[in-house]
T-cell receptor, first 114, second 110 residues
Framework: ETGVTQSPTHLIKTRGQQVTLRCSSQ?????VSWYQQALGQGPQFIFQ???????GRGNFPPRFSGLQFPNYSSELNVNALELDDSALYLC?????????????FGPGTRLTVL | TQLLEQSPQFLSIQEGENLTVYCNSS?????LQWYRQEPGEGPVLLVT???GGEVKKLKRLTFQFGDARKDSSLHITAAQPGDTGLYLC??????????WGAGTKLIIKP
């Protein structure tokens, strides 16, 4: 069974640029959630996708957008990067279904905005 | 806005000591999860507690869910250097989404 994978592992961008982060969910999981984690803090929920539809969104501006594909992999896109966007971006997949909330995390993508 | 407060934020103790980490909220959660995260990795689920008053044990780790399902605690007995990490609690809300605490950074010195 393959776990959650994310790419790239590290990324450096400058202010105003755009970035796309990728996530492959664990086999059999149809739900993907994205989180932003600042250094020394807990994860902040960005949004969740369930069967290719957005299924909840946290308090993030519209320049944070996402996609889920038919194979349940997912992308996180961030436009007009700001310095405060520097963080670890985590993707988590879960089996979905009523009450199934266990989430399995990838190693994250460390984004640095200069 | 649902919030989860974890305490302490940072804890550094000697190997063999006991410790307790707390996770408190004014909101009721349908369940609560505890994760451990090591540097450069994503969080790993340790346990989910569902019923008010529930106690679960995982070797030297004891997790308790408050009777009112608003708070939880993690107790580690005879801590070992391998327990070092960031411990995170996350409450599951009515939309099956996770509300996260800020984490407790635990260092166990040999």
């Amino acid at each position: 069974e393959t776990g959650v994978t994310q790419s790239p592992t590290h990324l450096i961008k400058t202010r105003g640029q755009q970035v796309t982060l990728r996530c492959s969910s664990q086999s059999g999981h149809n739900t993907v959630s994205w989180y932003q984690q600042a250094l020394g803090q807990g994860p902040q929920f960005i949004f969740q996708y369930y069967r290719e539809e957005e299924n909840g969104r946290g308090n993030f501006p519209p320049r944070f957008s996402g996609l889920q594909f038919p194979n349940y992999s997912s992308e996180l896109n961030v436009n007009a990067l700001e310095l405060d966007d520097s963080a670890l971006y985590l993707c988590a997949s879960s089996p979905g279904g009523s009450g199934r909330t266990e989430q399995f995390f990838g190693p994250g993508t460390r984004l640095t905005v200069l | 806005t649902q919030l989860l407060e974890q305490s302490p934020q940072f804890l550094s103790i000697q190997e063999g000591e006991n410790l307790t980490v707390y996770c408190n909220s004014s909101s009721v959660f349908s369940s609560l999860q505890w994760y451990r995260q090591e540097p450069g990795e994503g969080p790993v689920l340790l346990v989910t507690v569902v019923t008010g008053g529930e106690v679960k044990k995982l070797k030297r780790l004891t997790f308790q869910f408050g009777d009112a399902r608003k708070d939880s605690s993690l107790h580690i007995t005879a801590a070992q250097p391998g327990d070092t990490g960031l411990y995170l609690c996350a409450g599951v809300n009515s939309n099956y989404q996770l509300i996260w605490g800020a984490g407790t950074k635990l260092i166990i010195k040999p």
